[in-house]
């Protein structure tokens, strides 16, 4: 599987409706990882969460626009803007179980184009983000009651798009533990398993984690030098490329040892 539109959550979602799973009984991913790692280890976790979810939204208010001089004759969108922002930080504070992990970023807030005048609309975009599937659905959910709850207040509306609906990354534990003890047989120098790995970014490999037994795992690609100081997604990020016949080897190996013991 060679998926494309990874990074916007598109690519996995695309694949599925055109029938990438059709006849397959289990899947395995790798990906690389940067910083100040020797090439070698291989991140993975059998008991839990290891990346969270990611629901990407756009959030657009709508007022009516004045003169700055007469704020009174607009319903102001960015004021509601503001009042929504701050209602999200208070739902994070007050609504979400304080024993999951719950993330919301707003990274664009957008209105106007001169200084003094109020526009008809403001535009919030961001995402939320979860390890646990129940609270991903009441927050979703909360998210939308509360901007447009908040507007109706100030007089303005809110309309709620979904960009991204990814679920949290949960491989499956029995897979995961025979995929680990498969890559432990190869006879590469340094190879060394590291358990428990989770992180708060999103992978749409997730979508295919729901569907089939899954395994994800991580491959350090990374320098122990300076050129492992840019991390991912860092326009001066290095990727070690000595990880390549590593990852190679593992995914022909493990392929190999898995349908030797499911498909005699």
Not at 81 to 93: K, M, P, R, S, T
């Amino acid at each position: 599987m060679f998926q494309t539109a990874e990074e916007t959550f598109e690519g996995a979602k695309d694949m599925l409706a055109n029938g990438i799973l059709e006849g397959v009984d289990g899947a395995l991913a790798f990906h690389v990882g940067s910083g100040r790692l020797p090439v070698g280890q291989f991140m993975y976790n059998s008991g839990g969460t290891m990346m969270y979810s990611v629901d990407g939204f756009r959030i657009t208010v709508r007022g009516r626009g004045a003169h700055g001089a007469y704020p009174h004759s607009s319903i102001d969108p960015i004021n509601i803007g503001v009042h929504i922002y701050l209602a999200l930080e208070a739902l994070i504070a007050r609504e979400a179980d304080p024993g999951k992990a719950c993330v919301l970023t707003i990274g664009n807030f957008s209105a106007g184009s001169a200084p003094n005048i109020i526009p008809d609309t403001a535009v919030l975009q961001g995402t939320l983000r979860t390890n646990d599937r129940s609270e991903r659905e009441k927050l979703v959910r909360r998210l939308g009651e509360v901007s447009q709850k908040t507007a109706e207040v100030y007089g303005g509306l809110a309309e709620i798009e979904m960009i991204s609906e990814v679920p949290p990354l949960v491989c499956n534990p029995v897979m995961t533990e025979e995929m680990v003890g498969y890559i432990q047989e190869l006879p590469i120098p340094g190879l060394t398993p590291v358990p428990n790995m989770s992180a708060s970014a999103s992978e749409d490999f997730a979508t295919i984690a729901e569907k089939v037994p899954s395994v994800f795992m991580y491959l350090s690609a990374g320098y122990m030098d300076e050129r492992g100081d840019a991390p991912a997604h860092n326009p001066k990020v290095r990727f070690n490329e000595e990880v390549c016949p590593v990852g190679s080897a593992c995914l022909a190996h493990c392929a190999v040892r898995w349908l030797e013991n499911h498909h005699k």
